[in-house]
């Protein structure tokens, strides 16, 4: 009997994409809830990101970048971050994974936002223009809360307090389940830098809500004393 084909080299490296699709599955829904082991999720992630690349399966090597980003997000990570961000956003192009290439933007853009580095602002009007073009509304969405983001560190505070409500009501109307925990963020800051939380104490006892979600209480508290 004739031998089987060998399979390709690559493949034979790598093993089987849907493996390190899996991997890295698993390393997000590890990163963080009840059941969190972050040590095994990085450890994951960064095996899928190696299998994929060995197995020359870009679409999966960018889903693996995504996880690898996502069990890095913590304090003191963003330099190494920004090169994930840049790996994924070649990866994710070359697969056409749209909303893998807006992650990687998005994931760039809070990285250069910890650095206090000044290219987040081209990087934020990029990601925005990515997001108007794939007219996604959740993209759109994030577009809108960071540009409001961006306005509460250049001020005008008032201008920032215009475009946290827009993009708060765009979130509560295509149903971002964390509209509100961005918006009380941003609130909080404005608050903050005021002296004054007057305004979004009655913002959130208007709408039945915590005045910012339970896992922060202890920022609250920490803000007020400042």
Do not use: C, K
């Not at 493996?19 to 990163?31: F, Q």
């Not at 996604?136 to 409500?165: D, K, M, V």
């Not at 009655?202 to 005045?211: E, F, V």
Request: no cysteine; charged share 20%; aromatic share 6%.
């Amino acid at each position: 009997l004739a031998a089987a084909p060998a399979p390709p080299a690559a493949a034979a490296v790598g093993g089987d994409p849907a493996r390190w699709l899996l991997s890295a599955a698993l390393a997000r829904e590890l990163a963080d809830g009840p059941d969190a082991d972050l040590p095994r999720a990085v450890g994951l992630a960064r095996a899928a990101v190696d299998g994929a690349r060995l197995a020359g399966a870009a679409g999966v090597l960018a889903y693996a970048l995504f996880a690898l980003a996502d069990v890095r997000w913590e304090p003191g990570n963003a330099a190494e971050r920004l090169s994930i961000a840049g790996e994924l956003a070649a990866a994710a192009a070359a697969a056409g994974e749209t909303e893998l290439v807006l992650e990687a933007h998005l994931a760039r853009l809070s990285a250069l936002l910890e650095l206090g580095d000044p290219g987040f602002t081209v990087e934020l009007g990029t990601f925005t223009r990515l997001a108007e073009q794939a007219a996604i509304p959740r993209y759109l969405y994030l577009a809108r809360s960071r540009q409001a983001t961006a306005a509460s560190l250049t001020g005008p505070l008032e201008a920032a307090n215009e475009l946290i409500a827009a993009a708060a009501a765009y979130g509560e109307r295509i149903g971002e389940p964390d509209s509100w925990a961005v918006e009380s963020s941003q609130l909080a800051g404005l608050a903050y830098l005021r002296g004054d939380w007057t305004r979004m104490s009655s913002m959130a006892a208007a709408r039945g809500h915590p005045l910012v979600p339970p896992s922060f209480a202890w920022h609250e508290r920490a803000w007020r004393l400042l």
